[in-house]
């Protein structure tokens, strides 16, 4: 009796192993039909994790720049706020962007855009023309034109224009 129900209990072992071997033959065949949609969503999941964590990066710039700004002069702070925005936009869309002159911005993200952009979109790159221009200004014109002087509320400002321009990127979720 003691080896019949052994017997019943392997047979009853070698039915569910068939099962789960079929469960896990169809698992497969199941992901390889639909492995271009998986591997999509597993690449977006690692590409949004690789924007946000750009996001704070350039956020802990910025608050680090405003921290240190009495301590710049004009052109040093100017130019540290560009390189920290251009390199969040050439992060978030292309290497290119890092390279454009401030002239070019609204025309290169037009083309990229077919003309269409988002209006949150719309608003962040002028706010980053606008952003970028007055850092071409003041790195350029030194102290020598009027209008070349900062004050400390203006540099807290261009900051916190940067951060709102970053933040209207990642609330849009603009992509290109």
């Not at 390199?87 to 890092?98: A, I």
């Not at 007055?134 to 034109?145: K, Q």
């Not at 209008?147 to 290109?176: C, F, H, P, T, Y």
């Amino acid at each position: 009796m003691f080896r019949l129900a052994n017997r019943e209990q392997y047979s009853d072992l070698a039915e569910n192993r068939q099962s789960h071997s079929q469960r896990i033959l169809s698992l497969i065949i199941f992901a390889f039909t639909k492995s271009s949609k998986i591997y999509r969503f597993f690449k977006n999941i690692i590409i949004n994790y690789k924007y946000k964590k750009n996001h704070k990066k350039c956020l802990a710039l910025l608050k680090k720049l405003n921290k240190n700004s009495e301590n710049l002069s004009n052109v040093d702070f100017a130019e540290q706020l560009q390189i920290i925005m251009r390199g969040y936009f050439s992060y978030r869309f292309s290497d290119k962007v890092y390279n454009l002159a401030t002239s070019e911005i609204v025309s290169w993200f037009s083309s990229i855009y077919n003309l269409i952009l988002p209006e949150q979109a719309e608003e962040a790159i002028h706010l980053f023309y606008e952003l970028m221009h007055r850092c071409d200004f003041l790195r350029f014109s030194g102290n020598s034109v009027k209008g070349a002087e900062l004050q400390e509320s203006e540099r807290d400002d261009l900051i916190q224009k940067g951060i709102s321009i970053m933040n209207l990127i990642e609330k849009g979720s603009v992509n290109v």
